[in-house]
């Protein structure tokens, strides 16, 4: 069966670190591009970012531009997001889905698989 899972969500400081790990079973993330999105209470799921299967470009939302980085180790067979400097304005259930193929264009609607979640909370 093909699954996403993330991990490494936690409640931490603002100005804190986290990584946030995507891992894929059931399927090769080789050729699918991967995003980040999230969801903050009351709010629509939103992107942040998403690495592309095709060149390993990254691209980011402006709100995380210089202080997350997305990454793929597809010998693991997982994507990482690490996130730096959190703000409260951070906090979020995280999502990351798989595109076959996909292109920075893609719509939340276009991707194929997406995991359950994982909670960041930043606070003091």
């Known amino acids: 069966q093909e699954k996403l899972v993330e991990s490494g969500g936690d409640s931490v400081q603002p100005g804190g670190s986290l990584r946030l790990s995507c891992a894929a079973s059931?399927?090769?993330?080789?050729?699918?591009?991967i995003g980040w999105f999230r969801q903050a209470p009351g709010k629509g799921r939103e992107g942040v970012a998403c690495?592309?299967?095709?060149?390993?470009?990254?691209y980011y939302a402006d709100s995380v531009k210089g202080r997350f980085t997305i990454s793929r180790d597809n010998a693991k067979n997982t994507v990482y997001l690490q996130m730096n400097s959190l703000k409260p304005e951070d906090t979020a259930v995280y999502y990351c889905?798989?595109?076959?193929?996909?292109?920075?264009?893609?719509?939340?609607?276009?991707?194929?698989?997406w995991g359950q979640g994982t909670q960041v909370t930043v606070s003091s």
């Open positions: 889905a798989a595109d076959w193929y996909g292109s920075v264009r893609s719509t939340q609607a276009e991707y194929d698989y």
């Open positions: 059931g399927f090769s993330l080789d050729h699918y591009s």
């Open positions: 690495i592309l299967t095709t060149d390993n470009s990254t």
